[in-house]
């Protein structure tokens, strides 16, 4: 029995803080497959795994990209990506993919902040 309110359940920052000598990012070349590795991204999740899914396939280069989450508990997202040829490498399709989207999420929050003024100014007018 639990007397003070506890549950049989992970602390909540353990799901978004890395731990001591944790990286957030970590690469490994597949050694079947060519032109293809895994990117193990700590403390993440669904929403990052497919958004970065989604970009690397628009990119023409990129023969195959896929995610998954190997347990609810365990909070990581491998990411696994495949080129057409050794150039572009996974790593680089991986970091254009990125930057791509914080490109797009940059645009998005510009957009929106000069949405908000504009209606704000619409209000005092």
Do not use: W
């Amino acid at each position: 029995t639990v007397d003070d309110g506890e549950m049989n359940a992970p602390e909540r920052h353990k799901s978004y803080l890395l731990d001591e000598n944790e990286k957030r990012l970590e690469y490994e070349r597949d050694q079947k497959i060519p032109n293809a590795g895994t990117f193990t991204i700590n403390k993440e999740d669904h929403t990052v795994g497919n958004l970065l899914r989604m970009q690397l396939l628009r990119d023409k280069e990129v023969r195959f990209a896929g995610y998954q989450i190997p347990h609810p508990l365990e909070h990581r997202c491998l990411v696994k990506v495949q080129t057409r040829a050794a150039k572009p490498t996974p790593v680089t399709a991986f970091k254009r993919s990125v930057d791509d989207l914080r490109d797009e999420f940059e645009a998005l929050d510009r957009k929106f902040r000069e949405e908000v003024q504009r209606y704000r100014d619409e209000e005092t007018a």
